[in-house]
């Protein structure tokens, strides 16, 4: 790669972004009573065929694999100049603390302001509000964590490891369904989905290892071509329909925990999903690359880029003002099920409220950041480092699982122990 910034990667990073927050803002079906908000259901839950459409929508795997990649030449460099692996994480774990504390700490007003005036939008937006946070747990445990190690397996076994990675998943799969007929064989997927024991999550970390590994791989060059670009995207079809086939459920996102999900735990059906985003990157290489550096786009795709993380963590904040918005304005973001009159039209209206509120958010969000210091230097000392990395960790968790309330509370005592953990302390 040249010594310019090269705009392919982040204009895949942008629109893995985008994809992301409009499909989060269609999923959400606010439900209204008397013109209030009761309740919010989940569109997969409403209309069955929308488990095949997550096919396109579920772009983390293509976030990682990028991520990595434009990671990977930054690590490697640090890696032969035998700086340890911490003071690089270090860095990395406070970029994400601070701003990740500014959301939960805004969260929390959210909180004691509804409280005080008993609003009931927020409650049926509870768990919407944090849900999102899990792909931090995801970065902060794979990519910020095991990044280097990943850079080393790649420099020393190549393309090796990926496969390495796959047969583990399938293996994984296999234990966990023990098929022995040929019926059973035929139904490998429902028997998957069945159970989840402790041993079911070793594919959590293999799976989300593995766009990793398959990005550094792409960007050293290890996969190129249109004809290995075509050849992963008919790979990645063929495996999700025979997935499907063997029982597995068609959808790529389902978090329900314990219950028919591809994704908690992951399951091999899942790299369907990331051999067809591997090879629509490598055969859309070229032409798209030459088409941003004709345009000159590569500023733009680099600010949408620097944006991206504040993006991600603001926008279903801004569900908030958009339903109570929504329920004054008598605007039918309740259009009813999938199927019957003006549904679509209600989800345009409230993906436009959507974004319509994440604009003034954004740019106060954005301001802000901007106001305090930008360059905070990270510590070195070990023991700063690794109780301001369980700090984030644990506070990450905590709001992810609990919510707005009373998640948002304790996830921020959490992540603003580490953003102050995290930081260089200068002696008086």
Not at 197 to 213: E, K
Not at 236 to 253: C, F, K, N, Q, R
Request: aromatic share 10%; glycine share 12%; net charge positive.
């Amino acid at each position: 790669m040249s010594d310019t910034r090269d705009p392919y990667p982040d204009a895949l990073r942008a629109l893995a972004l985008l994809i992301v927050v409009l499909g989060h803002w269609v999923a959400t079906l606010p439900r209204l009573e008397g013109g209030q908000l009761v309740a919010t259901g989940h569109i997969l839950d409403a209309w069955a065929p929308a488990g095949y459409f997550t096919w396109i929508v579920q772009v983390v795997p293509l976030f990682i694999f990028v991520s990595a990649a434009v990671s990977a030449d930054g690590v490697r460099q640090r890696l032969a100049d035998a700086e340890p692996h911490r003071h690089w994480w270090a860095e990395r774990a406070l970029g994400l603390a601070r701003p990740s504390a500014t959301y939960l700490a805004v969260l929390t007003a959210f909180v004691g302001i509804a409280f005080i005036t008993r609003d009931g939008v927020l409650g049926p937006l509870n768990a919407s509000l944090t849900v999102h946070l899990w792909f931090l747990l995801v970065l902060l445990g794979v990519q910020l964590l095991l990044l280097p190690l990943c850079v080393w397996l790649d420099r020393r076994c190549g393309l090796w490891v990926s496969a390495a990675m796959v047969a583990g998943i399938v293996l994984v799969d296999l234990l966990r369904a023990r098929p022995g007929e040929a019926a059973e064989w035929l139904a490998l997927g429902q028997r998957v989905t069945e159970d989840h024991d402790l041993f079911a999550w070793v594919n959590a970390a293999l799976f989300w290892l593995l766009p990793q590994q398959l990005g550094i791989a792409w960007w050293q060059g290890r996969l190129a071509g249109r004809a290995t670009g075509a050849g992963l995207l008919l790979l990645g079809l063929a495996w999700l329909v025979a997935a499907v086939a063997l029982g597995y459920p068609p959808s790529m996102v389902n978090g329900n925990v314990g219950g028919e999900t591809n994704l908690l735990p992951p399951t091999l059906a899942l790299l369907g999903v990331l051999w067809c985003q591997a090879g629509l990157v490598v055969l859309f290489e070229t032409p798209v690359r030459r088409f941003l550096e004709r345009r000159h786009l590569g500023r733009w795709m680099a600010m949408t880029g620097a944006l991206g993380l504040q993006l991600y963590l603001w926008h279903k904040l801004a569900e908030l003002p958009a339903a109570w918005l929504g329920q004054r304005l008598g605007w039918p973001i309740d259009a009813g099920m999938p199927g019957e009159p003006g549904f679509w039209i209600g989800r345009l209206e409230w993906v436009g409220l959507c974004a319509l509120m994440t604009v003034p958010i954004m740019l106060a969000a954005v301001g802000f950041e901007r106001y305090r210091r930008r360059q905070v230097p990270p510590t070195r000392h070990f023991g700063a480092i690794a109780g301001g990395g369980l700090a984030l960790l644990l506070g990450l968790a905590a709001a992810l699982a609990l919510g707005a309330f009373p998640g948002a509370l304790i996830g921020l005592v959490g992540v603003g122990l580490a953003a102050w953990l995290l930081r260089e302390r200068r002696s008086a």
